[in-house]
């Protein structure tokens, strides 16, 4: 059975015992490596923002760039592009773009998340009901108190409307960033308000990432993230990755990619490594160039970074691997690896995370 097939049935719910659905997660992984096809690629659209976030200063940034439709629109004609690739759509600020309009009215009938801070409301509404978008993704950093001092402006309330209006025609996606911002309380307000509204829950944790101009060192989260609050290895096994720990193979930068406003592609959200430039060569040759290649063949044992778009794939894949083979004979494919201190191990839930 190819690993095409394999995730075909998954889906359909044809292979539904823990065994051989991680192994159908293993080799629908797989795929993606060995086809070179992209399983997600997140299109920083603009670095235009009208927020002032302390976590992210992606708001000061100049000269203002945005990707142009045209250079979008050759990424997804790409043969690196499969029908079943996914897209994040955002910036910046999404719509802060001179042309966000073209740019849903050329991502109709694909699989794709606008994430948006909402700022702009009565927009996003009438964006999300006029090319009916079928996910939206906003930050959600605690209580209103506290998201006017993180993001520097007095929008909590925007975002609380836009989810409740567009819940009956939208999946909503309330995403909460750990940082030295916020706090335990806060992270118990925004899961509650999810839980309470049935809105996807997702989390990530502030990381020094160059693109974002970001300043302040990242720091261990609240000691209270314990197996008895949450399921997510990617929270619980954070604080260890930061003591030196946690030691993971990436895989991810073989089946996710980021563009910026620039048309630059790194070869990941957090290295200042640069593939090609989206302007100045086709996509396919930049994904399937020798040079890419390589730099993710080099970087593989990198675990460099706890960024969710890359090691929520990473985690899932060697859990997966953990539920079919023993820990010796995975080693001789992806060599030593280690999760950590026992602490707190949730070997038998193995994330179930938002994801774009």
Not at 10 to 15: R, T
Not at 192 to 209: A, L, V
Not at 283 to 300: C, N, R, V
């Amino acid at each position: 059975m190819s690993y095409k097939t394999v995730g075909s049935r998954i889906k359909q719910g044809c292979m539904q015992t823990p065994g051989i659905k991680d192994l159908a997660y293993v080799l629908h992984g797989k795929y993606w490596m060995n086809t070179r096809k992209l399983k997600n690629i997140m299109l920083y659209v603009t670095n235009r923002c009208n927020s002032r976030c302390k976590h992210c200063l992606i708001w000061a940034k100049r000269p203002f760039e945005d990707l142009s439709v045209e250079a979008m629109k050759h990424i997804i004609e790409s043969d690196s592009v499969h029908k079943a690739t996914t897209f994040g759509l955002e910036g910046g600020e999404f719509f802060e773009h001179p042309e966000y309009e073209e740019i849903l009215r050329l991502f109709k009938g694909r699989d794709y998340t606008l994430l948006t801070n909402g700022i702009r409301a009565d927009l996003v509404i009438e964006m999300a009901k006029k090319h009916k978008i079928k996910k939206i993704n906003m930050s959600l950093d605690g209580t209103k108190e506290t998201y006017k001092y993180m993001r520097g402006v007095d929008t909590y309330e925007n975002v609380i409307r836009i989810a409740l209006e567009l819940k009956s025609q939208s999946e909503i996606f309330l995403t909460y960033t750990f940082s030295p911002w916020n706090s335990l309380s806060d992270y118990e307000h925004v899961k509650k308000f999810c839980e309470d509204n049935n809105f996807g829950f997702g989390y990530n944790i502030y990381q020094n990432m160059p693109f974002m101009d970001t300043t302040q060192k990242s720091t261990k989260l609240p000691e209270q993230i314990l197996p008895t609050q949450t399921n997510s290895e990617y929270l619980i096994r954070y604080n260890d990755w930061m003591g030196g720990r946690v030691k993971l193979p990436c895989y991810s930068i073989q089946t996710n990619v980021v563009v910026h406003p620039n048309g630059n592609v790194p070869l990941c959200q957090n290295r200042g490594d640069i593939l090609g430039n989206v302007y100045k060569q086709s996509f396919d040759d930049i994904w399937q160039s020798a040079k890419t290649k390589q730099l993710q063949k080099a970087s593989k044992n990198c675990n460099g970074c706890w960024s969710s778009y890359h090691r929520l794939f990473d985690i899932k894949f060697v859990r997966s691997l953990e539920k079919v083979m023993p820990k010796k004979a995975i080693e001789k494919f992806i060599g030593p690896y280690s999760f950590g201190s026992p602490n707190g191990q949730t070997e038998e839930k193995v994330l179930n995370e938002v994801q774009v």
